[in-house]
């Protein structure tokens, strides 16, 4: 098939492909909604809180007033084509902004300007850092009382490690919000005609302008960092041309040394046309984010991938959706170009895929397209095998590009089918959210035949029951929630197994002499050969590998897989016509438990961050909570006018946790958790 002409450089300039990223109820689908509807891609604008956002689009997004499941959407703004992920804000769904962030070149994040660096924004931002993604801010909602800029710009500093510069300022705070003003024009702005989608510029007045003097100064000093004559106009008095500003704050914001700072209210339209216009200004397009990495199947060298529609073809597929019963499979092109009908190369599968179909998508609908050109993200049907984290490349030079990220869960649950013919359905829909989001996992237990579903938290599973019932009407009966635990041995121990019996009327023979020792916490899983490879045969070897991870899938305290450990295999021992690679994965099966129960084993269990805001007449009461849940406090500081408790908890302590500190407060506080770490059960 002949390829379409691919876009100009002038439009791969202008293309922007941006994630919305924050604390959950920070407001990233308001600030959305608005900034489609002033793009013109929508005329009417939803609301959150009135089930009807545009970008949530699920039912169980519009019941919860929460986004679930990325949404990817574009727009038209001024000369800018700019593609929009609108990412969960709540931890549950953490991997939904973790894939998005893979495969974005620049991001907004939303702060409320109550409650400042909340400990999902925390997450995200550092997320993002890994990843080297630019990124300016909107503070939101400057209308709410106790709203204050300057503090949010001092969490960013003291949480994030960020260097925020504003851009825009909000005219007063709380109920004295009143707009905001445009440091670089120097202009007071209003926000007029229907939904505010008119910006009307004013001069300021003398007051305003000394005002706003110390931002404004600083503001240019940051500019002058990459051009000196910008600090010496200003001080002379004379007039600092705004492109030459937002030039040099465009080039430290790519270089990530600065965040331009917006400020407004979206639920109020106040504020959020400088923030898109924002984004055409500081954050870059395909063309000037760093090369794609992949590594060389063959050679193991890494490879470099420029955005070029007429390179090599290099594909992410980040995330996979199922739409009506068929697979979506979304994907960020860094090189090259995709026509609809082509036959490509799944390198991770090590499969031919046919892309039979492609989109540009506006949350839940689709847009067809004909070609996907490197720097694009769009949407593809008709590819069975691709999965999350697969890269599509040429088959005679196959690269894998970065993975991303695997999550461990830490919740489960066991479900079970009401009759025979509803347990072959269920087992087929689980297969498919498997497919959709690979922190699912699901197992079935051997000796009582229950299906275990597992995930990141508690609303992550009332999710997928939910979406069980209503998308498939399946509703399994379910047990209560169980927490996923982890083993690790206590102490360091060695033992040495003997297999040897005759299977199938032949002889398998293996002897297996290993150690196995602690690692810190989070270090995962080592296993080092310490007996010379020429004397032994390679399938021997790799059989020994095998048999030391089947043994660590399953622990011997509880049956839970064993974490931070090293495994070192000592020494072999052979017997000659009897040794076989059977023999030996059962050897070392077989070594690894006994050295594990004689290591002290001791259990893992998930530990959770804990962040509660409260108002200072009821912390007494909060912290007597905290005690008698096993929670640590760990700090305890002023935020907005309420104190903020901060510590860390078991999971299994904090089921029904949220309900007890409503009852113990009036109602009063707010809680978030997040998962932090593997740590020894007391």
Known sequence: MSKAKGPT??????LRNIGVIAHIDAGKTTLTERILYYSGKIHRIGEVHEGTATMDYMPEEQERGITITSAVTTCLWKDSTVNIIDTPGHVDFTIEVERSLRVLDGAVGVFCAVSGVEPQSETVWRQSERYRVPKIAFVNKMDRLGADFTAVLDSMVNKLKANPVPVTVPDGEGQDFRGVFDLIELKRLEFTGEQGSVVEKYDLTDEEVGRFSEWRE???????????????????????????????????????????????????????????????????????????????????????YECDTKGPLAGLVFKVAMDSGRKLAFIRVYSGSIDAGDTVYNATQGKQERVARLFHLHAGRKEKLETAFAGDIVAAAGMKFARTGDTLSLEESPALLERIDEYKPVISVAIEPRNSEEGDKLEEVLQKFLLEDPTLVVEEEEETGQVILSGMGELHLEVVLERLRREYSLEPRTGKPQVVYLETPGA????????????????????????????????????????????????????????????????????????????RVLGLRKKEGDSSPAGYRMAASMAVRSALRDSGPKMLEPIMGVEISVPEEFVGEVISLMGSKGARVGNMVDRAGQKLVTGDAPLASLFGFSTDLRSATQGRAGFVMKFDRFDVLD
């Not at 331009?260 to 954050?283: E, I, M, R, T, W």
């Not at 398998?508 to 602690?518: A, D, F, I, N, Q």
């Not at 050969?529 to 043994?551: I, N, Q, R, Y």
Request: hydrophobic fraction near 35%.
């Open 492 to 567: 360091k121990a060695e033992a040495e197994e003997e297999f040897d019996r005759e299977l199938g009327e032949v002889v398998h023979y293996g002897c297996v002499r290993l150690s196995v020792e602690p690692l810190e916490r989070g270090k995962g899983r080592e296993v080092s050969f310490e007996v010379d490879p020429d004397l032994w045969s390679d399938a021997w070897l790799a059989a020994v590998s095998e048999g030391v991870d089947d043994a660590l899938q399953s622990g011997v305290v509880k049956g839970y897989p064993v974490q931070d450990v090293r495994v």
């Open 218 to 304: 600083r503001l240019v000093e940051t500019a002058s960092e990459v051009d000196e004559e910008l600090l010496d106009l200003y001080l002379g008095g004379e007039e600092v041309p705004a492109d030459r500003i937002r030039k040099a704050l465009r080039e430290l914001t790519l270089r990530r040394e600065i965040v331009p700072v917006f400020a407004g209210s979206a639920l109020k339209n106040c504020g959020v046309q400088p923030v898109v216009d924002g984004v055409g200004y500081y954050l870059p397009s395909p063309l000037e984010t760093p090369p794609a990495l992949a590594t060389d199947e063959e050679t193991h060298n890494t490879v470099s």
């Open 9 to 14: 450089r002038k439009f791969l300039e202008k």
